[in-house]
Antibody, heavy 119, light 109 residues
Framework: QVQLQESGPGLVKPSGTMSLTCVVS?????????WSWVRQPPGKGLEWIGE???????NYNPSLKSRLTISVDKSNNQISLKLSSVTAADTAVYFC????????????WGQGTLVTVSS | QSALTQPPSASGSPGQSVTISCTGT?????????VSWYQQHPGKAPKLIIY???KRPSGVPDRFSGSKSGNTASLTVSGLQAEDEADYYC?????????FGGGTKLTVL
């Protein structure tokens, strides 16, 4: 059973850069899985952020692409997200998820981590 | 990319069936067989209940079923149970990215 655990700063100042990590346990990150980030502003719906394959191939939400970097760290079995020039609109619970294939949806999810953008 | 369109709410009595729609465009739902549905209870992570339009992950009851016609996908929950009360989100592959619906709150009366 693959488990995912997100971690992050909790509070980020406007115009700053947020960095999140998703540690994967119960299986190697270097498998035929796709790893995604999804966020959910308080009281609102889900928004797809982007995805990465263990090879490093990435796909990003066009609305975030200019500010976004998703990377994979095979040695520590984790994926990371960096989002720059953050505003209050980036305040959300951030989830990481595992898809067994690129098209099969997120089968396993972390519990999410809340990031608040505020001065 | 625009969000997929879902009704904000749906409801049904225990034992009844409810269908939730998810309308997209020619850039997503109608062009690909890669629609997923998620169930989310308050304060919890989403749970995958349908993928590739009609497939159910192991452990998901067969009361949950999915379909698609044109640019509209649908989730049907049969034999409603109290624990089915939750938010439901559709998602579609859209070329090099994905898009979610706005979510539907399902109430079991």
């Amino acid at each position: 059973q693959v488990q995912l655990q997100e971690s992050g700063p909790g509070l980020v100042k406007p115009s700053g850069t947020m960095s999140l990590t998703c540690v994967v346990s119960g299986g190697p990150i270097s498998s035929t899985n796709w790893w995604s980030w999804v966020r959910q502003p308080p009281g609102k719906g889900l928004e797809w952020i982007g995805e990465i394959y263990h090879s490093g191939t990435t796909n990003y939400n066009p609305s975030l692409k200019s500010r976004l970097t998703i990377s994979v760290d095979k040695s520590n079995n984790q994926i990371s997200l960096k989002l720059s020039s953050v505003t209050a609109a980036d305040t959300a619970v951030y989830f990481c998820a595992r898809g067994e294939t690129r098209y099969a949806g997120g089968k396993d999810w972390g519990q999410g981590t809340l990031v608040t953008v505020s001065s | 990319q625009s969000a997929l369109t879902q009704p904000p709410s749906a409801s049904g009595s225990p034992g009844q069936s409810v269908t939730i729609s998810c309308t997209g465009t020619s850039s997503d739902v109608s062009s690909y067989k890669y629609v997923s549905w998620y169930q989310q209870h308050p304060g919890k992570a989403p749970k995958l209940i349908i993928y590739e339009v009609t497939k159910r992950p192991s452990g998901v009851p067969d009361r949950f079923s999915g379909s698609k016609s044109g640019n509209t996908a649908s989730l049907t929950v049969s034999g409603l149970q109290a624990e089915d009360e939750a938010d439901y989100y559709c998602s579609s592959y859209a070329g090099s990215n994905r898009v979610f619906g706005g979510g539907t709150k399902l109430t079991v009366l």
